[in-house]
């Protein structure tokens, strides 16, 4: 059963994100106004695997619901960007480490489809050199290689919170 997009209207615009009230009808006629959360552009994850050191990680605090955990480097894609470029590009930027190879697509996503537009895309390097400090040291507490089996400790212990983050790692470790 598909619902009718009659049109939408704006509640607020900004460069981040948008809030729209969208008139939809359902199939049995009934008619109503959903929220609906636009985002300018989708967003790319790459997760750094290397055999012998596990996961790089961000150790990093989110104000918005003032937890801290465990993430992959992740972002939004810029306008002409690919999202594999992306991955490769909020890597080096979080972490200072490069990805070596041609990253491999993990999966792609939209992680709140009933109210926001928002994409995800995953993306996994088999490997990293290390180029120098984060270009974006705001963005963690401290950047970490994690072993296989802690990463699943934290996984099961809640120690991975971001829903990007998690789903990429989960992605990753079932595909290994």
Request: hydrophobic share 40%.
């Amino acid at each position: 059963m598909r619902w009718t997009v009659h049109g939408e209207r704006s509640l607020y615009e900004s460069v981040w994100v948008s809030l729209r009230l969208v008139d939809v009808e359902l199939p049995d006629g009934e008619r109503f106004e959903h929220h609906v959360v636009r985002l300018p552009g989708a967003a790319s994850s790459c997760v750094i695997e290397d055999p012998e050191r596990g996961f790089l990680l961000l150790w990093r605090h989110r104000f918005i619901t003032d937890t801290w955990g465990w993430e992959v480097p992740a972002g939004r894609i810029d306008p002409g960007e690919a999202p594999r470029e992306a991955a490769a590009r909020e890597a080096l930027e979080e972490t200072g480490w490069r990805p070596t190879g041609k990253l491999e697509p993990l999966g792609t996503w939209h992680p709140t489809n009933g109210l926001c537009d928002q994409m995800f895309h995953a993306f996994r390097a088999h490997g990293a050199e290390h180029v120098g400090q984060p270009a974006d040291a705001h963005e963690a507490e401290r950047v970490e290689w994690v072993s296989i089996e802690e990463v699943r400790r934290h996984i099961a212990g809640g120690l991975v919170p971001d829903g990007f983050s998690l789903t990429s790692l989960l992605l990753a470790l079932s595909s290994r």
